[in-house]
Structure formats: structure tokens, C-alpha cells
């Protein structure tokens, strides 16, 4: 198998090439990133013959194409704004594609890229990180044992107790460019069978969660899992699909903070002559932050974070409530979270090994083998477990 | 008298406006500034009472011209932001006006001009805002009571009594954001124990009682005039310890501080895609682009604790002087729409009339302390709707 990684240097990419490096069957794995020298040098710490790396402009369709030509499958770990230019060189070089995701109004524009994909004989599965993607394919578990679907709430909560060892360090778990448009952006939700748009940081709610977890207060957010659920279980009747996400107060209000400034926006404003993107600067800040703050520092991460589907439908006339819980940790070995990064690896190589039948473009809960899937996460330190409810009496 | 107020279109002039035209013997007040809208703006916030002259000039573009507008004038009031005192003071000295303003970071430029002023028979007063300023001249009155001063400590807070949750606007300043930056940032001296020391920004915090509404407030340390002035002037008699700190809001300093600890504050610039920006001059950018208040305006309360230290008579005594806005006075400026701290135009303003009437002896560049009459300068201040408290502990 030959496996590219685009945005194989970023904030998710390395530890998706750690996996694939550490799967059987893997020949090739490409680095690729806007950042080529970063891609590198990335590359060449693994120490790995079979890992390359390179630069790559993934929002030039013909350079991207001429450049993965020859891959089984590509693993795109950008920012989603290159999903739709990497799909479509996917397309030229006759590659499978795979995403963490297109923040529900990019994914639902790369699904009308199905027939193309159909066409070319290609898979392409969009959103397959944890969130989306861990997330679909808990609720597809229910799904399967339900005869009727009425609400899926999805929702990602964690509970970070590492010793920070008195560093206050800004860093935020995944792009910031992301979370601010989390904030910034509405909510687009299915409810009472529509599409409802709600205030981003709405539907204050106070979740339950396996421990060490515990309580956690989780708001609406834009996201992918509303953008494909819906009509991946119509057929069962859903009515309902949220997702909700638990921040941390304190980290809601500087966020809130550094959007109200205007660091959020993506309109280039005129600093001293120069054309300069807020949001951009302010993610070049925020990682310097991070770096300079966490240079030499020895760290123990200790963050236990889960993804959690509640499934409520019916079974044989009664009513029966799924409660799934994927529960994440510090890797053993890698020393990091790897829950956003595991699957799209997973789900490269089934694609490759063609364990995904059908050509076209997919949501995971629509072609995601569970079983197979859930013992791969397990492979990683991560366990599946589920909780159903419902009313013995008759 | 006839006045020029340099930085008349500014935040620091209007209250400084106001103070000026309520004085009998004040016949013409020149507005100097940038913007001649701006300027026209203010005359007309002024009452557009007939005194009142403007000219739209950058001060700093041609000394010669600067001199030109400020012949027959007989004090000019720099009210500009500190960048400007320079060429200001030159231009004063060339047009053969004494000079006052509000401090600055190049005050050494300044003083280099001590002799000249002085055989031209004329006065430089550098740094004669509130603070520094009014709190020098109450350190000097305190001084005045003892034999021999051992220390000087100077308290000051600027709080907006309005939370933030009922702003629309994420960040309120009570004067130059550009300045309060340098305080949070610059290492500073500090002297201690007769010597002169540094002291990183925002040091030696202490919790201090101050007059309602402020109520208690966290002061620190910042880079401040008083920490060399006053040792500058009081060490010969004997000064062994002097500290200027001030406090905010909680809020206020927590979000300077989180903008600081992230790397917003920052002059370095940062590259991002091909771009070099100063984050800084970003932060700024986006922090006076703020759309209009759309809920409530800051009300920014606070006043001066200054404590002298030292012997008098043979005895240990302390001396205790406080500055307060009186309820009128707050009221007033209130009516009238100043929102940001006041104070500093007020004093300015005294210092101003001072200087016109003949009433400083001394010539040359000099601190406020070094040849400001303290106690007849408290008296004009009191009649100002400043209320001055002093008391001997002993």
C-alpha cells in the first residue's frame, strides 16, 4: 500500500504517518504539506526508508495530482478548505481520498463530487477523524439495532488532569482557524426532521460522561455529523441529529475574546501597508506560543476524552436508548491523544484493501465496517463500549 | 492667556479643554492635531465657545512650521501621544514658549534641550498628567513635610465600573492602549535600598483599599516616570525607596495579560505565507476598528494613593495624600461625554495656567517635582473639583 498524507505535518498529520508506519502493508508513505520543509524533516525523523517528504500547494488541483500520482490513497489532514481541490486531484491521479471533515457546508458540497468518484471507480470517505467520524459510526451501531431512529446526539467531552507544572499555555486542542469559526460561525442542526441554523455556543447543556470524565457543560457547534446523519439513517425516521461539543469555560471566553477583537476573521485587513489575514497571524502566534512556552519542558499528558453517541429509537415496538462511548487516552507508546488520527489511517487502508464495496463519495456511518473498525481502534488503546436502556415492563 | 493645546482633537485634550475655557483669564485655546474633521468634531463637542482657534498640523513633519503656529502663544499643552514630544519641544523652544506635556519614552531627547530653555528663559515640564504629574507633585508635598524622605510609594487605579458582559466592545482603555501595552511588557527600574534596580512589567503586586467605587484593586509595578524621576530629585535628600504601581479592572488585566502571554504584544513580526507582521501592530489595528458601542460606555473610576516615608523632628512619621474626582466633578465630565480617564487633562491644564501666570519660578527642562510649587499646585487642584486628603501617621 501507498498512503499520502496531505497536511502530513500539521497539527494531525504526524501521528496518522506514525500509524500507517506502524501498519502491515504499508510500502509507501508520502508527507506532503504546504510546509515542505517542516514535511522533511518530519519525514526523515522516522529514520524509515519507505517515508518521503514534500512540499505541496493542495489547492493546486494539477501540482497536487502530478504529485500523490501513483498512491493507493491519500489521507488529507488539511484544513478543511483544501477538501474539495484535494478530491479533485484525487480524481486526475486516480486515487482514494479520505478527510477529517468539511465543517458541514464544505461536506455537503463534496458529496455532490459522488458520481465523479463513482465514475472513476474511487472511494472517498469525508469526516473520518473522531469527531466526525468515530462519532458516525457509534450511532450507525445503534442504528443497525433499531427499527426506528427518533434523535442521534453526538458530542466529544474530555478531561485534561496532565501537571502543567504551573505553565499557562494557550493551546488549543485542534486548528485554532477551526475553533474560531466554531465560534463564529452558526450552528446548523436537524431538528423536528429540518435544518435549523442556531447561535454558535448555543444549547448550553450539562452532559454526563463515563469517568473520569464526569459532568461536562457541551454547546452546539458548527459540524459535519448533522451534514450526513440525516439522510444516512432516513429510512429508519430520524427526526433529530445534534452535535454538541464541551469546552472549557475558561477557554470559551479567551476564544469568544480573540474573536470579538477580530482575530476570527478571515477578511484580509492593512497592517502598516500589508495585506494580512487576522485569523492566520493569529494562528502563527498561537502555535509560537505553544512552542516558545513548551520548549524543553517535559510533559506527562494525562487527558482522557471521549466520543459519545445517544441513540434514542425503537426496537420491536418498545422504546430503547444506545449509549456508546469511544474513551481515548495518552497513548502508551506515541505519548499522545490519537483519536482524530487513528481512523483516517484505518479507513486509507480499508479503502486500499477494498473492503469499501461501492464507488462514490461517503459519509462512515454509510460504509464503515463496525466491527472491524471498532477492534483497529482497540489495536490503538482505544475502547468502544455501549450502554442500553430501555423498559423491561410490558 | 492664550493657549496652544498640542493633540487637541484627542482624548487626553478634551477633558484638559474643558478645565482651560473655565478659566477667567484664558482668552484663545488653539487645537492642534492631525485631522481637521476631527478637530472641528471637538470644537463642536467644546460648545464651540469663541476662544477656541484650530489648526490641522502634524507636529512632527516640520519643526519650523510647528514654531510658526505656536509664536505669541504663552504655554504649549502637549496633549499628543508621546511620539511627538520631541519635535514638539523643540518647536516650543524655537517659537521661545515654555513647554508642558503629558510624558514620553524619550524624555532623554528632551532634557538634552535643559540649557537652552534656560537661557532662553524658558520652562519644560516633561510628564505633568496625573501620573506622572499629580502624583510627583503630592510625592514632593509629602516630602516637603520631612526633614528626610525615605520612601515614596504611589498607588493608582483606573477600573471601568462596568463589567465587560455589558460592553459590546471586547476591550476598554482609560488612556493609550499604546502605552498600557509598554506597561505590561517593558522590564523597568525600580529603585530599592538606595540602588537602582530593574523589575520585570507588572511586579510586586499588592492588594490595595482604594475609595469607592474602585473598591480593591491589584497594583504592580509598570515602566513609569516617577521610578527614575523621583530618585532622580529626592535621592540627595536622602531617598532610599521609591515605587510607582498601578491597577485595572480584573477583567482588563486578565485579557492584557492573556493577549501578552500569547504573543499579541509582540513588535518580532511573525511570517505568515510569505508576510512579515508585527502582531502587535495587528492587535492595534483590529482594536481600533471596533464597531460603535452598541450596549453601555466605560466608566472608568480611580484615584491616587501617594505614601511618603521618613523622618520628621527625629521622629519616624508617615504621611498619606490622596487624589479623588469629587462626585461634581465626575458628574460633569459625565454630562459632558468624557468616558476616559480625566484627571490627566485636568492637572495638565493647572499646570498649564501656572506656567502662563507666572507662578513657577524655575527654568529649564525639568520634572514636575523638581519645580512645581506642591502646595499652591494642590490648592488650584481642589478648586478644580479635586478632592486632596492628607494624613500624618507618626
Not at chain 1, 162 to 180: E, H, L, Q
Not at chain 1, 292 to 316: M, P
Not at chain 2, 150 to 157: G, L, N, T, V, Y
Not at chain 2, 305 to 312: F, L, S, T, Y
Request: aromatic share 8%; with cysteine.
Amino acid at each position: 500500500m501507498k498512503i499520502a498524507v496531505i497536511g502530513g505535518a500539521g497539527l494531525m498529520g504526524p501521528l496518522t504517518v506514525r500509524d500507517l508506519s506502524e501498519s502491515p502493508g504499508v510500502e509507501e508513505i508520502l508527507v506532503a504539506d504546504y510546509q515542505g520543509e517542516k514535511a522533511k524533516e518530519l519525514a526523515a525523523s522516522f529514520k524509515d526508508s519507505r517515508i518521503k517528504g514534500s512540499f505541496v500547494d493542495a489547492y493546486d488541483i494539477e501540482e497536487t495530482a502530478n504529485l500523490i500520482k501513483g498512491y493507493d490513497a491519500v489521507i488529507n489532514s488539511a484544513i478543511y478548505n483544501v477538501n474539495m481541490s484535494t478530491m479533485k486531484a484525487c480524481l486526475k491521479a486516480g486515487c482514494h481520498y479520505n478527510d477529517l471533515g468539511g465543517l458541514f457546508h464544505t461536506t455537503l458540497k463534496q458529496l455532490e463530487l459522488f458520481d465523479d468518484f463513482k465514475k472513476a471507480g474511487l472511494t472517498a470517505v469525508l469526516g473520518i477523524g473522531s469527531a466526525p467520524g468515530t462519532t458516525n459510526i457509534l450511532a450507525r451501531y445503534a442504528y443497525d439495532r433499531l427499527d426506528k431512529v427518533e434523535t442521534v446526539h453526538v458530542s466529544s467531552a474530555g478531561v485534561d488532569l496532565t501537571d502543567m507544572k504551573g505553565i499557562d499555555v494557550f493551546k488549543p486542542a485542534y486548528s485554532i482557524i477551526t475553533i474560531m469559526e466554531e465560534f463564529l460561525d452558526e450552528a446548523v442542526e436537524f431538528i423536528d426532521g429540518e435544518y435549523k441554523s442556531l447561535p454558535p455556543l448555543s444549547g448550553m447543556e450539562e452532559i454526563t460522561y463515563p469517568e473520569p470524565i464526569g459532568r461536562r457543560i457541551c454547546f452546539h457547534t458548527l459540524h459535519s455529523e448533522p451534514a450526513t446523519i440525516p439522510a444516512s439513517f432516513k429510512d429508519k425516521g430520524v427526526r433529530e441529529v445534534i452535535w454538541k461539543l464541551d469546552l472549557a469555560p475558561e477557554f470559551v471566553e479567551r476564544a469568544k475574546f480573540l474573536a470579538s477583537v477580530g482575530f476570527g476573521s478571515a477578511e484580509p485587513i492593512k497592517v502598516r501597508g500589508m495585506e494580512v489575514v487576522p485569523r492566520e497571524v493569529m494562528a502563527a502566534v498561537v502555535a509560537k506560543q505553544v512552542k516558545d512556552k513548551l520548549e524543553g519542558v517535559e510533559l506527562k499528558s494525562n487527558i482522557i476524552r471521549t466520543r459519545h453517541a445517544q441513540v434514542i429509537g425503537e426496537k420491536n415496538g418498545k422504546k430503547v436508548e444506545y449509549i456508546l462511548d469511544c474513551i481515548s487516552g495518552v497513548h502508551s507508546r506515541w505519548g499522545a491523544l490519537c483519536a482524530t488520527q487513528v481512523p483516517p489511517s484505518i479507513a486509507a487502508q480499508m479503502q486500499v484493501k477494498g473492503m469499501i464495496k461501492e464507488p462514490g463519495v461517503w459519509a462512515p456511518e454509510q460504509v464503515i465496517d463496525l466491527e472491524y473498525f471498532f477492534n483497529e481502534l482497540a489495536k490503538r488503546e482505544m475502547r468502544v463500549q455501549v450502554m442500553v436502556k430501555e423498559d423491561l415492563t410490558k | 492667556m492664550k493657549i496652544v493645546i498640542a493633540g487637541g482633537a484627542g482624548a487626553m485634550a478634551w477633558p484638559a479643554a474643558i478645565y482651560l475655557l473655565e478659566q477667567p483669564d484664558v482668552t484663545e485655546i488653539l487645537l492642534i492635531d492631525l485631522s481637521e474633521s476631527a478637530l472641528k468634531e471637538r470644537v463642536n463637542k467644546l460648545g464651540g465657545d469663541r476662544r477656541l482657534k484650530y489648526q490641522a498640523l502634524d507636529l512632527m513633519a516640520d519643526i519650523k512650521a510647528t514654531a510658526k503656529a505656536f509664536e505669541g502663544y504663552d504655554v504649549i499643552y502637549n496633549c499628543a501621544f508621546m511620539t511627538a514630544g520631541t519635535a514638539t519641544t523643540k518647536a516650543a523652544l524655537e517659537a521661545g514658549v515654555s513647554y508642558l506635556d503629558l510624558g514620553g519614552f524619550k524624555k532623554d531627547e528632551q532634557f538634552a534641550l535643559h540649557d537652552e530653555f534656560k537661557n532662553k528663559g524658558l520652562l519644560a515640564i516633561l510628564g505633568m498628567g496625573t501620573a506622572p504629574g499629580m502624583s510627583s507633585i503630592m510625592a514632593a508635598y509629602g516630602v516637603q513635610q520631612l526633614d528626610k524622605p525615605e520612601s515614596i510609594e504611589i498607588k493608582d487605579a483606573c477600573v471601568d465600573m462596568v463589567p465587560d458582559t455589558e460592553h459590546s466592545h471586547p476591550l476598554y482603555w482609560g488612556y493609550a492602549i499604546e502605552g498600557i501595552i509598554e506597561e505590561f511588557v517593558m522590564e523597568h527600574p525600580y529603585f530599592v535600598d538606595g540602588e537602582m534596580t530593574t523589575a520585570p512589567a507588572r511586579s510586586h503586586p499588592e492588594w490595595i483599599d482604594f475609595r469607592p467605587p474602585a473598591g480593591k484593586v491589584m497594583v504592580a509595578t509598570t515602566p513609569h516616570t516617577e521610578n527614575v524621576s523621583l530618585p532622580q530629585t529626592f535621592k540627595a535628600l536622602g531617598l532610599k525607596h521609591a515605587s510607582w504601581k498601578i491597577g485595572f479592572d480584573v477583567d482588563f488585566e486578565e485579557k492584557m495579560t492573556f493577549l501578552r502571554e500569547l504573543g499579541l504584544f509582540k513588535t518580532e513580526p511573525v511570517e505568515v505565507d510569505g508576510v512579515k507582521v508585527s502582531p502587535r501592530a495587528l492587535m492595534l489595528k483590529l482594536l481600533h476598528n471596533q464597531s460603535p458601542e452598541t450596549k453601555k460606555a466605560p466608566d472608568f473610576r480611580g484615584h491616587m494613593i501617594v505614601v511618603v516615608k521618613g523622618e520628621q523632628g527625629g521622629q519616624k512619621v508617615e504621611y498619606t495624600i490622596t487624589e479623588y474626582a469629587s462626585a461634581d466633578l465626575t458628574a460633569k465630565m459625565r454630562e459632558r461625554g468624557v468616558f476616559s480617564s480625566y484627571r490627566t487633562g485636568i492637572y495638565g491644564g493647572i499646570a498649564a495656567m501656572m506656567v502662563a501666570r507666572g507662578q513657577i519660578e524655575k527654568r529649564g527642562v525639568l520634572y514636575p517635582e523638581a519645580c512645581v510649587p506642591p502646595e499652591l499646585f494642590l490648592k488650584e487642584a481642589v478648586k478644580a473639583g479635586i478632592e486632596v486628603d492628607v494624613s500624618r501617621k507618626g
